[in-house]
Each structure stands twice: as structure tokens, then as C-alpha cells.
DNA sequence: TTGAAAGCGCTAACAC
DNA sequence: GTGTTAGCGCTTTCAA
């Protein structure tokens, strides 16, 4: 079915040895061989088998992937670039998805493990049990953990300082004047340090900090932003919403609106990762972004260093990277006239 | 680095062959020695090499699928979809994406080859031009071409009805009363099918094509879309539209509101994916879907039928498969009342 | 400049 | 039941 370097030998009358010195461009070969052979090669369709080069190098040129899911635009952003990144090093990328569950997650490891790639990258689904990982790095398997939150384990990670996030979001809508500023927070990875960069904004704009304005809503959708804002404005006139993400914050947008309050003019929102939505809802959302461009690239980067290391991941200190994220500003806060826009 | 075969055997005093049965189960191996060679191999932490089996058994257990983007949520949600599946049979995907470019998709089929993938599944960048695919057919390798129009060339295919899908728009449109119904056409893949769909639809309820009510975007962009309603009003007065993208829709959407048109009272607007802003929007748009699952469901069937089958793929005709895609009815359509929504 | 031999880690066919 | 041998398609010494 396909043709083998030793079709190529016996037509051309070469070793094999001489083949496959002569197509990888050797120049321990005579031009004149080389030509030949190249030419015999090209005439009988020859296609390199990986496999075979992957068996005796021991590197197989491929990087697994795993995903909590894909469905984030997030992490479809990051599964894009990772790909750009790797593929322009002439890797390949093994894509998986754990659904966020665990059982997935560890079963997607163990056969990327056996399919030898030569490393990982992935968003876990426990940031706060990373045993495995931890002993992956101990048998010298480079894995490189994304993320949202901070990593606390002995392991090489990339991730979005959300506390500082929080920080700039409240502290932006502080800077405009507000005094209550409530806060949507899902119970995700991550929340409690989105609380703490809340509470540390407050404090720095001598705000106090009131329990009741800290909501938590029963999902992560749309809906749930919307009930979250019903609950709020039956017994507070907050003139300042910040949610930990997006979609909780169009929720609430969409019932200030429905409910007659001009955002944002009677009430500013902000909300979490920019997602594509925020841009096109009804008032464009200012929002914290997640940089998802840097993060890959700082993780990409992070793992090809561990690659091209010739000692043992053991002796390597794990590194950790983080990346700040940024405002951006759009109309729901009211820091931006909607004359600039559409 | 790694346990090998060879290491247990050594230990257990087996022959390498009788570890390999054991390891893999076979009741050929005596209960007996092979509970003792499992628990060896769990103590040495035997992970066993997949590399070395897919090169003697000509068979990776891996796929290749291609995308021409995955910002698109349609690529990707299939990329997600198509991940399950094959995980489902013990297969791995490998994602590759050609960013709408010929030779990066060429580049990317090749090296698949030579990581010999047992198939692939792919959104072609040039859906007219398959002479790759068919000559690859030729040589017996699966590619299974998903995408958004008809493929001429004889490969194997799933793919939406276009033009079924823009007839289902049209027409309810046409039963909602609207006479003068604009066509926002992008000209990607798929255009000239969407225009017969539309003329269909029109003919079928007995309303005269106008070809001005045809307008061209400069480009697939939510601005273009703006730009195109303006246009459109400024010597017209339809009283519907429907557009061949969901951004093009919403971009018209948001020009009709920006400029004092009630939608769905003064215009009616429906639009084509269904992707996720379509769902959030100021007026959720009513919009034909791409029935991804299906999609995908069908082409992994597809590939797995052609897989498992052991005669020459040259001798089994090409397959096509299409889908039919169906209406998402919203409230910019006018067919559904505002008040069922949030 | 080219070739011979060994080996990557595993499975398969056959022998005992 | 278990071992022996050969081989998957390639690279890598080492020799000539």
C-alpha cells in the first residue's frame, strides 16, 4: 500500500541506509545519488512514515491538548492558537475534552501517555488535586497547566491573575462615582480570589464592604444573571453591577432593561472574558478580558523550554506564569458615549 | 525511562511473547502467570507504547480533522462533537486548521498521511477544487468532506441543503405576509445554492424576484451587515430580510433599530446558523440552523463504515449525505410573540 | 561516499 | 500454556 525505503532501495539498487540518509537531504550523500533517489521517491509516491521515525527517536512531534470542553469561547480561542503555536513548530496537536469530569480527564492523560506525546497542555478540571500531574513531572512528562485560578502545587502552570481582574473592574466602576456596587459571583474556579480583588478595590476607594451585595447565582447562563438581578433590585437600588462572567452580566443587562433602567445611565455593568456576545449585546459590555493570546503563547513557550532541556524535569523548579488581565471598555459602564459606536 | 516488555520479562522470567498475551488479556496465558505479569507491570509502572503497536498493526487509532478556522462555532462545536465520537471507539483526533488557506490545507493532509492517521474528516477551503481528496481517495485513504454546500467531485460527503434551508426561511417568511423580501447573499461557499432556495421559495408563494432585493455584503462582518440594511433603506422599503450569515442579520438588525424600525413590527429578519449571539441578541433572531450533530454523527458513521470495510475504497462508490437544516423560530421573525421571552 | 547490522517496542505465526 | 523467530519502517552506529 505504501511505498517503504526499501521499495526505493531495490529499485534504485541503494542501501536503505543510503535512502533515507539521501531524502533527509544528508550531504554525506553524492548530489548525484541524492537526485536519483529523490527522483525514484517522488515517481513511487513515497510518504515518510512518522510512526516508524517516532518508534526509533522517541519523540513523536506531537503535543496533547485537554479541555475542560470547547464549547467556552475561551477555550476554543486557546485550542486555536495552541495549534497556530505548534503547528508553526512543526508539532501536532491531540486534541480532548474532559467535560469537566475527572475520570475523563485522567483516562485522556494516561493515553496520551501511551501514545507518547512529547508533552501537555491542559485546563484541569480540579485546579486543587493535581496529584497526577505532580507525579507526571516526577517520571519527566512535561505538563503545562492553563487556567483560571492559581495553581498551588508543585507544577509548571500559565494562568489569568483574576483577583487583579476583579481589582480592575471594581476599581474602574468606583473610579465613576459608584459607592454600591454588587457583585454576581458564580462559584466557579477562581471566585474567591475575584472576591478578594473585589473587597481590595473597595477598600482602596474607601468603600465599605457589604455582604448583601455579594450575590451568587444558581448556574453560570444568562437566565441565572437575569434572576440574580430580579433578586437584587427587589430590596437594593445598586447603581453598579460587576459579574464574574459575561453571560451573567447580559443577564442582568437584559433585565435592567426590560425593567426600565437605562444602563447606563441608572445602573453600569461589567462583566468577565469578553466573550463575542458582549460585543454585540444590546449596550456592548465592558468587560475584563481573558488574554487568551498570552497565555498560550507564555505556555507554548514554557513547554518547548522543557522540551528542549536536556535535564531532568525533577531537577527544574516548576514555573508558574501569570498574566493580568485588562478592562475593556465599552458602553454598559458608562465610561464610553454609545455615540461611538454602531 | 520507560518500562518495556522486555523489563518485565526479564523480571518475571517469561518470554516476552507470553507477557504481551497476558498484558492484552488473552485467555491463551494461564490465569496464573498472568496475574503475576499484570502485577509486575503495575509495579514497574508499565505504560505500554502505543508507537510501537500502530507500526506493526498499520493502524493508529487516530483521526485527522481539519477545519478551516475554529472561531467559527460551528467548526466549533463539530470539533467538540467529533472529539466525543471518536473517543467513544477509542479513537484520537488529531486538529489541524488551515485558516481558509489551500496550501496550509495541503500541508496539513500531508503530514496527516505521514503520521498515518487511519482517516480524516474535513471542511475543504476550496470545495471545488478536490482533486487532492480524490486521488487520495484513489490511494485508499478515508476523507470524509463535511461542509455548507454540494460537492460535485466524487468523494464522500456530508453536507447541509443549502438551498432547502434558505427555502424554509423564505417561505415563512412568504407565510407571514411579507412581500418584498431582501436577501442579504454572502458570496462564501453555498451562495448560488442559498439564491435558488430563496427564488424557490418565492415562486412557490407566487411573489415576482426583484433582483435589486439582492444585496451583496463587502464582507461576512457584523458591520457589514449594517451597511448593507443602509443601503438597502435608502431606496427601498421592504418589509422583511433575510440573510445568508447571523452576523450580516444582526448588523442589519441593529441598523434598523439604531434608525427608529421596530423589528420584528416594521421589518422581519431572519438569519442562517444559528450561532450563540443569534440567541442573545436586542431582538433574538429567528434563524436557519446548521444541524451539527448530525452532521457529524453521520460523517463519523461514514468514516467508521469505510474503516471497518475490507474491500478497496476504489471499489465502493462515493457517498453523499445530506442534511437537512431546519428553522429556529425567534421573535425578529414576528412569528413568535415578545412576551414569551425574558 | 556507501553498506551492514543492530535495534526502537511491540505483535503474529508457528513450534514445542 | 509458553517460547522462538521474524518483522513493522525507520535511524544509528560502525565499518568499508
Redesign the interface.
Known amino acids: ?1 505504501y511505498t517503504r525505503q526499501k521499495d526505493i532501495a531495490k529499485k534504485t539498487g541503494f542501501s536503505i541506509n543510503t535512502i533515507s540518509l539521501a531524502l533527509r537531504g544528508s550531504s554525506r550523500i553524492s548530489e548525484e545519488t541524492r537526485n536519483i533517489i529523490n527522483q525514484v521517491a517522488e515517481e513511487l ?1 513515497y ?6 521515525v ?2 526509533v527517536k522517541r519523540k ?1 512531534k ?1 503535543i496533547g491538548v485537554i479541555l475542560t ?3 467556552n ?1 475561551i477555550l ?2 486557546t ?2 492558537q495552541i ?2 503555536c505548534l ?1 508553526a513548530k512543526g508539532y ?6 474532559t467535560r469537566h469530569n475527572q475520570a475523563n480527564e485522567a483516562k485522556a492523560l ?2 496520551l ?4 506525546v512529547d508533552g501537555i497542555l491542559m485546563y484541569p478540571v480540579m485546579p486543587w488535586n493535581l496529584d497526577k500531574i505532580v507525579s507526571l513531572r516526577k ?2 512528562h512535561p505538563v503545562i497547566l492553563l487556567g483560571f485560578g492559581e495553581y498551588s502545587s508543585p507544577v509548571d502552570a500559565v494562568y489569568v491573575d483574576k483577583a487583579k481582574g476583579a481589582f480592575k473592574a471594581v476599581e474602574h466602576l468606583a473610579r465613576l462615582g459608584h459607592k454600591e456596587i454588587v457583585f454576581i459571583n458564580d462559584g466557579a474556579a477562581g471566585a474567591s480570589e475575584k472576591l478578594k480583588g473585589y473587597k481590595a478595590a473597595l477598600e482602596e476607594w474607601g468603600l465599605r464592604y457589604e455582604p448583601e451585595l455579594i450575590i451568587k447565582p444558581n448556574g453560570f447562563g ?2 441565572n444573571g ?1 434572576n440574580a438581578a430580579a433578586r437584587i433590585f427587589e430590596k437594593k437600588r445598586p447603581t453598579a453591577i460587576f459579574a464574574s462572567m459575561d453571560y451573567l452580566a ?2 442582568a443587562l ?2 435592567c432593561i ?1 425593567n426600565g433602567l437605562d444602563v447606563p445611565g441608572d445602573v453600569a455593568i461589567v462583566g468577565s472574558d469578553d466573550i ?2 458582549a460585543r ?3 449596550v456592548p459590555l465592558t468587560t475584563v478580558n481573558y488574554p487568551v493570546g498570552k497565555v498560550t503563547l507564555q505556555a507554548t513557550d514554557l513547554l518547548f523550554k522543557l522540551l528542549s532541556s536536556n535535564s531532568k524535569l525533577d531537577s527544574i523548579e516548576p514555573q508558574k506564569i501569570i498574566i493580568e488581565p485588562n478592562l475593556v471598555i465599552r458602553e454598559s459602564c458608562g465610561a464610553k458615549m454609545k455615540k461611538d459606536s ?1
Open positions: 500500500m509516491n510518504i515518510p512514515n512518522d510512526v516508524a517516532s518508534l513523536t506531537t470542553e470547547v464549547a469561547p476554543t480561542y485550542a486555536q495549534e497556530q503547528a501536532t496537536m491531540v486534541l480532548m475534552t494516561d493515553l501517555i501511551a501514545r507518547r517520571t519527566n444568562y437566565e437575569y447580559l443577564g437584559r433585565w426590560k463575542e456576545a454585540f449585546s444590546e454602531l
